[in-house]
């Protein structure tokens, strides 16, 4: 759906279009009857990899410490194989077989779809499928298996989001500025900022606010506590895009509000690694959690059902101020080539940051303030996939001879624990999954299925 035609949608169906999350008084999906959670699925990656040595003692490890309140709804699947070989190449082949369990047959494209796009196209054709990431801006090698998660099929990537603004829009519609070519960057954007897409719908959310509104004055409570939070996600993604940099290394001059520097060094952003967030990565944990905060909004309101989240892309380089006050001051990529079990780096804390990432992201969707129709959160009722491009049994970290995954949710089908299913494949778990949501017993290439896994109730 473009944007006029959303806009008109919008202003038509009002509350319902904005996502009104009223479970008791209205039901939000069509697909769905009373008191039932929708089916959803989320896939969530993260970059560079995840060693045995960091998984060994479950959750009680530093790196996975941050994942520890969760484990009660968590699955962590140990031991997978990737058949891919060896050798630098795995970052887009470990990256472009996540979610789809396929060769890649080139490093420009997945082998075949993503299980987010069979979802949606099973469930909910036409809906909003949303694919949110956030990554370094590379213009040379292989971005689009490196970058992207959600494919229709081969050399057919779904189209992603990064900037929080585009994220809003896509879930809320955009406010257009009157005869934008009269108008300069500047002018439009103040105009948006004081203006809001809400704007079209406000008389109707004042009509089921009022005292006239056949809603009790708990529900009532509810839509008002909705409008804000949603006007204040807007303002949020405005702010953060007027302070984001232009996408490329060769515009050294940083925008109004941006520090540090946005140069590129050599040892950062070498050839044609251009990064997309300004300061190499000083603003990325801002940036993710307003687009965890919008994505898990659009979950929580109907507006999408299946997507996929990205921390990073497969061998990212990026700098994150956090880590480099804790003495780490190369980016993870370039930690994780000399790492070994004997001599951390620095890498383990490279990758807790990450899953500090990850636990944000759940934390939005666990939230009980709120609810599914079935009273689960929307964690609990959302199968979510979590996992990365590489993972090793020794200390070569390029490899994929043993891969973790984490599932969350499912609608309490997913059992939680940590199971160990050594030299098994990750399409035998991507058959799993296929199986578990009612979309075929299979999925991946049919040649590395070894059976279904048995953590399904």
Excluded at 261 to 267: E, G
Aim: net charge negative.
């Amino acid at each position: 759906m473009n944007r006029l035609n959303r806009r008109r949608f919008l202003y038509g169906a009002g509350t319902i279009a904005i996502g009104l999350p009223i479970t008791a008084t209205m039901t939000r999906f069509a697909a769905a009857s009373p008191g039932v959670a929708p089916p959803r699925y989320i896939s969530l990656f993260f970059g560079n990899g995840m060693p045995k040595k960091f998984v060994d003692n479950g959750y009680g490890g530093n790196v996975l410490s941050p994942l520890a309140p969760f484990q009660s709804k968590l699955a962590m699947i140990r031991g997978l194989q990737l058949n891919e070989g060896g050798g630098a190449a795995l970052h887009y082949k470990g990256t472009a077989r996540f979610g789809k369990g396929m060769h890649p047959p080139s490093e420009s494209t997945a082998g075949g779809e993503s299980l987010d796009n069979k979802a949606q196209r099973t469930f909910a054709p036409g809906s909003l499928l949303l694919n949110v990431n956030m990554h370094t801006q590379v213009t040379g090698g292989n971005p689009a298996t490196r970058w992207y998660h959600s494919w229709r099929g081969v050399n057919q990537p779904n189209d992603e989001l990064l900037r929080p603004l585009d994220v809003f829009d896509a879930i809320f519609g955009s406010f257009g500025t009157p005869d934008p070519g009269d108008l300069s960057e500047q002018e439009r954007r103040e105009i948006r900022y004081r203006n809001s897409v809400l704007d079209s719908v406000v008389d109707q959310y004042q009509e089921l606010s009022s005292e006239r509104s056949p809603y009790s004055v708990g529900v009532r409570a509810l839509i008002a506590d909705h409008l804000d939070l949603v006007r204040s996600l807007e303002r949020r993604s405005l702010e953060m895009d007027m302070m984001m940099p232009p996408v490329s290394c060769d515009t050294p001059a940083a925008p109004p509000d941006v520090t540090p520097s946005q140069d590129c060094t050599a040892a950062l952003c070498p050839g044609d690694d251009n990064f997309y967030y300004g300061s190499g990565g000083s603003n990325w944990n801002e940036v993710w959690e307003l687009n965890s905060d919008l994505f898990a909004m659009a979950l929580r309101c109907g507006v999408t059902r299946f997507g996929t989240m990205g921390c990073s892309g497969g061998g990212d380089r990026y700098p994150v101020p956090e880590l480099g006050a804790q003495g780490v001051t190369e980016s993870p990529h370039i930690l994780a080539h000399p790492w070994t079990r004997a001599n951390e780096n620095g890498f383990d804390v490279c990758v807790r940051w990450l899953m500090e990432k990850v636990v944000y992201f759940l934390s939005q969707l666990d939230d009980p303030d709120w609810p599914d129709p079935n009273g689960g959160t929307v964690l609990d009722n959302t199968l979510v996939l979590i996992g990365t491009e590489l993972g090793t049994a020794t200390d070569n970290q390029h490899h994929v001879d043993y891969m973790t995954y984490w599932l969350a949710g499912g609608g309490g089908r997913i059992q939680n624990g940590i199971f160990d299913y050594n030299g098994r494949s990750d399409v035998d778990l991507y058959s799993t999954i296929s199986r578990a949501m009612s979309m075929g017993d299979y999925f991946g290439d049919m040649g590395d299925f070894n059976g279904h896994f048995d953590l399904v109730r």
